[in-house]
């Protein structure tokens, strides 16, 4: 019987995750522990430290009654009988394997905690994306480091699928929830403890039992597959500039053949967010250590296709305007990595306006979420490439740059607006107003095909959008 659950972690998959399984099973405690001291008093706090859609809702109905924030991590991991670990892994950043491997210094710390305070034996779950077979490695760190005889430690891997914005959608009723685990007795009573916890309300047909590395794998497949959807779909949207095609035409085409499916084929700027680069360089890390060279180099293509298709709108935005964004200004509709969320790690706006500030241009960013000190932070810092050993783009100043909170004032004397992230209420501004306010020829780049583009040209906009046929203004 599980009767507390304990989540090293308070991040984006951790709280929003443990939150659930708290609201789902009250007979259950959980809490979630962080070192970080402000994020644990956030979670505490009326104003979570995470944006997501119904997420206050469920943090509301169960903190307190068997859902805690704590920053007590050897306490509440000593008590519990299952430990998700949902640390994060970034990319290494120097030594071996740079840019590419992910970085387990968190995560290695968390079993060093787990081992060093646990006196009952526990089962350990990996919740954060980690390389095929890291459960070998921390398994071999958890049995060299505990005192206690008799422990014993059941490693399972148990993938998080959620996406952000539609996280607490994606958690109430998920596609799967997969968990891997040892095939052996006590390997097999694990799975089925940790699966008894989601059979709360998961159909028992959609929690799906693996072993551990092809759990594992499984993570890192799906999203390198849906980043690939994505990049294959951009490629085809710079053909459908140079032919006179419409790439949303051609994806609602495509995506009616049941085999390839509609979702997931919206051409945009790039994608971003925390896992598809990540997961794929680990993918392609992982091939090249395992010498699979040629395996490595096709996933290696999503990525070099998402930064050419960044590059493409920056050049599309330069030679429309005449071949120079010196001294203009440029308003910048959404700078988080996708609606809904105040998430800005790998989002395409960071290249697009580190792109335009290079050539000359004002960029003044607008985006109804993401807070003024994260995109000074993320425009400000250089920018590590991983296939560049020193960084690449130099820090942009704060000068620069400036953040409105009114997009009406962001896109006043600008001579175009870039739409970079395809937040809802950009459909539904006066786009006549906007135009009066705009320095003539008033241009939209539509990064997201989320506006009304026939209208646009009404007002006498001159409009770019990805995948489309191109402006007669723009046609060279
Ligand atoms: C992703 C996976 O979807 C999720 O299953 C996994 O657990 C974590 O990584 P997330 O990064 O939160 O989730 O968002 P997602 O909706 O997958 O979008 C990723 C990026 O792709 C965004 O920048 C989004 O704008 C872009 N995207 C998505 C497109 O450009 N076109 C599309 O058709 C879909
Ligand atoms: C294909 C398209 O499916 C069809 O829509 C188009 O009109 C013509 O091309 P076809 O070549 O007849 O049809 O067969 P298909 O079933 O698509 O298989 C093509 C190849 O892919 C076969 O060699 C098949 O064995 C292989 N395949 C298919 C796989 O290796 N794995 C799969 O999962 C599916
Ligand atoms: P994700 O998107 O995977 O949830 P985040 O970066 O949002 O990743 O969250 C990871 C959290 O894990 C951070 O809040 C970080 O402080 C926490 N963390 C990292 N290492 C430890 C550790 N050893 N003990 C407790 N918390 C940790």
């Not at 405690?29 to 009326?46: M, T």
């Not at 104003?47 to 509301?60: A, Q, R």
């Not at 009952?120 to 919740?127: A, D, G, N, T």
């Not at 759990?215 to 980043?227: D, P, Q, R």
């Amino acid at each position: 019987m599980v009767k507390k659950i304990c989540c090293i972690g308070a991040g984006y998959v951790g709280g929003p995750t443990m939150a659930m399984i708290a609201l789902k099973c009250p007979e259950i405690e959980v809490v979630v522990v962080d070192i970080n001291e402000a994020r644990i008093a956030g979670w505490n706090s009326d104003k979570l430290p995470i944006y997501e859609p119904g997420l206050d809702e469920v943090v509301k109905a169960a903190r307190g009654r068997n859902l805690f924030f704590s920053t007590d991590v050897t306490k509440h991991v000593a008590e519990a009988d299952i430990v998700f670990v949902s640390v994060n892994t970034p990319t290494k950043t120097q030594g071996v394997g740079a840019g590419k491997a992910a970085d387990l210094t968190y995560w290695e710390g968390a079993a060093r905690v787990i081992a060093s305070c646990s006196t009952s034996s526990k089962i350990i779950v990996e919740k954060s994306t980690v390389p095929v077979k890291t459960a070998d490695a921390i398994e071999k760190v958890l049995r060299r480091n505990c005192k206690h005889k008799g422990v014993q430690f059941e490693i399972l891997s148990n993938p998080e699928f959620l996406a952000e914005g539609t996280a607490i959608e994606d958690l109430t009723a998920p596609d799967r929830v997969l968990i891997g685990g040892k095939d052996t007795p006590s390997g097999r009573a694990a799975v089925e403890a940790l699966a008894s916890v989601y059979a709360h309300w998961v159909p028992h047909e959609r929690i799906l039992c693996t072993n551990l590395w092809s759990a594992e794998l499984s993570k890192l497949t799906a999203n390198a597959m849906l980043a690939q959807r994505i990049s294959s779909v951009n490629s085809i949207s710079a053909l459908c500039e140079a032919t006179g095609a419409d790439v949303q035409q051609v994806a609602k085409s495509i995506g009616t053949d049941s085999r390839i499916g509609p979702k997931f084929l919206n051409a945009s700027v790039g994608f971003g967010g925390s896992c598809f680069q990540k997961d794929i360089l680990n993918l392609v890390y992982i091939c090249e250590s395992v010498g699979l060279q040629a395996v490595a180099d096709y996933w290696h293509q999503v990525i070099l296709m998402n930064d050419y298709q960044k590059q493409r709108f920056v050049e599309q935005v330069i030679s429309a305007m005449f071949n120079t964004i010196s001294k203009k200004k440029i308003a910048v509709y959404g700078f988080a990595f996708k609606k809904d969320t105040g998430d800005t790690r790998e989002t395409p706006a960071i290249d697009v306006c580190r792109g335009l500030m290079a050539d000359g241009a004002r960029v003044c960013v607008y985006d109804p979420e993401v807070e003024d000190s994260q995109i000074y932070q993320d425009l400000g810092t250089a920018k590590f490439e991983w296939d560049h050993p020193t960084p690449k783009s130099a820090p942009v100043s704060k000068d620069a740059i400036t953040i409105s909170h009114d997009p009406m004032e962001a896109a006043k004397d600008a001579h175009a607006i870039c739409v970079l992230t395809e937040w809802d209420e950009f459909k539904t501004y006066d786009y006549q107003k906007v135009y009066d306010s705009m320095v003539k020829p008033a241009f939209v780049f539509d990064g997201r095909n989320i506006l009304d583009h026939a209208k646009l040209r009404e007002i006498g906009f001159i409009v770019y959008a990805i995948g489309k046929p191109l402006d007669p203004f723009l046609q060279k």
